[in-house]
């Protein structure tokens, strides 16, 4: 079985510009979470998808938004980007309500100049 | 609040020896599980351990054990016969349900295995 892959795994980005960060779930998973690790911190929950609905949202503003596809796969948009945006954003899926635990991606590396 | 405090931002041992980190978290949920994850430089979020709040029984997984003190919203990590593969940041963590399943983690212990 596959696990959760993401790409880019590392991105630079201007003040402002747009990005768009994708991520392929563990087959037969059909949730999947984004979190928000700055440098030096632990993971911070930004929201979560299910079968192609978010269920839930962290303390992020509404420049930071996603999509679950039919297949379950995720993308993470983050308009407008500022300095404070530089962080490794990692990507977790799940069968259902996770409660055995995440599997994570390695995450992608966002650098804000 | 719903926050983990993880007191040991790094610590240093020797392989194969014993060494416990600790975690002490804050949530006024009933229904929760807890979890800790390592984070070696690969920085992918490998899970070590699971425990259900509502489990008196304190989880194992071969070299890994917690102590879970339920009243005291303890939970530790202790790590036998460390080995150098053990070298990585560890995560404790709790899982509540509001609608999503959200993850809170602490800050992290930064952890080495010396040989």
């Known amino acids: 079985e596959t696990g959760v892959t993401q790409s880019p795994t590392h991105l630079i980005k201007t003040r402002g510009q747009q990005v768009t960060l994708r991520c392929s779930s563990q087959?037969?998973?059909?949730?999947v979470s984004w979190y928000q690790q700055a440098l030096g911190q632990g993971p911070q929950f930004i929201f979560q998808y299910y079968r192609e609905e978010e269920n839930g949202r962290g303390n992020f503003p509404p420049r930071f938004s996603g999509l679950q596809f039919p297949n379950y796969s995720s993308e993470l948009n983050v308009n407008a980007l500022e300095l404070d945006d530089s962080a490794l954003y990692l990507c977790?899926?799940?069968?259902?309500?996770?409660?055995?635990?995440?599997?994570f991606g390695s995450g992608t590396r966002l650098t804000v100049v | 609040a719903q926050t983990v405090t993880q007191s040991q931002p790094e610590m240093s041992v020797q392989e194969a020896e014993t060494v416990t980190l600790s975690c002490t978290y804050d949530t006024s949920e009933n229904n929760y599980y807890l979890f800790w994850y390592k984070q070696p430089p690969s920085r992918q979020m490998i899970l070590v351990i699971r425990q259900e709040a509502y489990k008196q029984q304190n989880a194992t997984e071969n070299r890994f054990s917690v102590n879970f003190q339920k009243a005291a919203k303890s939970f530790s990590l202790k790590i036998s016969d460390s080995q150098l593969g053990d070298t990585a940041m560890y995560f404790c963590?709790?899982?509540?349900?509001?609608?999503?399943?959200?993850?809170?983690f602490g800050q992290g212990t930064r952890l080495t295995i010396n040989p």
């Open positions: 977790a899926s799940s069968l259902g309500r996770g409660a055995y635990g995440y599997t």
């Open positions: 087959s037969g998973h059909n949730t």
């Open positions: 963590a709790f899982m509540i349900f509001q609608g999503a399943q959200k993850l809170v």
